[in-house]
């Protein structure tokens, strides 16, 4: 059975920075693409990145968020990260962690939409101040 556990949210001002992790079990891991997610209030849930089986390509959804998060992974401890920098109280919103299609590949073939993603954690709530 697919897990995915993430921790690492909490409640920072404007200007801080946190790191969420992502802890993935029962399947096989450095395979998958992987990909964090965020959902605000009354809003879509959209992507903010998504990393390749190896680690070695990451791709970010708009150009601000790729100067502001850091998607990266460690397969040999089955962990996908997000760090998370000069927060503002618009990235307040619940983070969740996915893993992709296996059908898809290890390479995140695809758009980056929900429906990529076949496996998702339970999401952690990241509040920002001002």
């Known amino acids: 059975q697919v897990q995915l556990v993430e921790s690492g949210g909490g409640s920072v001002q404007a200007g801080g920075s946190l790191r969420l992790t992502c802890v993935a079990s029962?399947?096989?891991?450095?395979?998958?693409?992987m990909g964090w997610f965020r959902q605000a209030p009354g809003k879509e849930r959209e992507i903010v990145a998504r990393?390749?089986?190896?680690?070695?390509?990451?791709?970010y959804y708009t150009d601000s968020m790729k100067g502001q998060f850091t998607i990266s992974r460690d397969n040999g401890k089955n962990t996908l990260y997000l760090q998370m920098a000069n927060l503002d109280p618009e990235d307040t919103a619940i983070y969740y962690c996915?893993?992709?299609?296996?059908?898809?590949?290890?390479?995140?073939?695809?758009?980056?939409?929900?429906?990529?993603?076949?496996?998702w954690g339970q999401g952690t709530q990241v509040t920002v101040s001002s």
């Open positions: 996915a893993a992709g299609r296996p059908s898809l590949g290890g390479d995140c073939r695809g758009s980056g939409s929900t429906t990529d993603f076949a496996y």
């Open positions: 029962g399947y096989i891991y450095s395979n998958i693409c």
């Open positions: 990393i390749t089986g190896s680690g070695n390509n990451a791709n």
